[in-house]
């Protein structure tokens, strides 16, 4: 997707969704150039957020789907 490509986002969901990152500091910087670094970090740490809880979801509902499955 654009979003993942633009912010430098490891297109490989699963070995993104063991190790994410902590989260950066909510902090307001002085220095515009910090700001922006700060932003980018915050965007990139709440996809990869919403992409494990997406994955987890998804797991989930393949697997209720394949127990409950008509025989």
Same mark, same amino acid.
């Given at each position: 997707?654009?979003? #993942?490509?633009?912010? @430098?986002? *490891?297109? $490989?969901? $699963?070995? $993104?969704?063991?190790?994410?990152?902590?989260?950066?500091?909510? #902090?307001?910087?002085?220095? +515009?150039?910090? @700001? *922006? $670094? #700060?932003? @980018?970090?915050?965007?990139?740490?709440?996809?990869?957020?919403? @992409?494990?809880?997406?994955?987890?979801?998804?797991?989930?509902?393949?697997? +209720?789907?394949?127990?409950?499955?008509? *025989?």
């Amino acid at each position: 997707s654009p979003l #993942v490509s633009r912010l @430098r986002v *490891s297109k $490989d969901a $699963d070995a $993104d969704a063991e190790q994410l990152p902590q989260a950066p500091p909510k #902090v307001w910087e002085s220095d +515009s150039d910090k @700001r *922006s $670094d #700060v932003l @980018r970090k915050r965007k990139e740490f709440m996809l990869m957020e919403a @992409r494990k809880k997406y994955m987890e979801k998804q797991k989930q509902k393949s697997g +209720s789907e394949s127990t409950t499955a008509p *025989s």
